[in-house]
């Protein structure tokens, strides 16, 4: 029901900044909650930064807390993860989830609480 467009990515040296966007289709966008998900080579993904529906609650992984800020505009169908003092291990695609996680008392979640999935954008941070 929701399509998700990232951009933003690239190459940048560590301590650098990105910010990343993920733009959803439709005007159902208010009824998911979102997460920026990390795929680093060799590893499982991890959902890095939440959001809820409204916008007015975030959850982070402990790994990313202080240096990845997520937020959104529903106005303009969109979310944004805001990265700062990048490091050469946060080198990933970066794809965005969304879903309604109606089974769950939170907002956030494990990746495969969330139903639908942009292809990601790449993040990579040179030493």
Do not use: M
């Not at 979102?34 to 939440?50: L, T, Y």
């Amino acid at each position: 029901q929701v399509q998700l467009v990232e951009s933003g990515g690239g190459l940048v040296q560590a301590g650098g900044s990105l910010r990343l966007s993920c733009a959803a289709s439709g005007r159902t966008f208010s009824n998911y909650h979102v997460a920026w998900v990390s795929q680093a080579p060799g590893k499982e993904r991890e959902v890095v930064a939440a959001i809820n529906r409204i916008g007015i609650s975030t959850n982070y992984a402990d790994s990313v807390k202080g240096r990845f800020t997520i937020s959104r505009d529903n106005a303009r169908n969109t979310v944004y993860l805001q990265i700062n003092s990048l490091k050469p291990e946060h080198t990933a695609v970066y794809p965005c989830a969304a879903g309604r996680l109606q089974s769950s008392g939170r907002f956030y979640g494990s990746a495969y609480e969330y139903d639908y999935w942009g292809q990601g954008t790449q993040v990579t941070v040179s030493s």
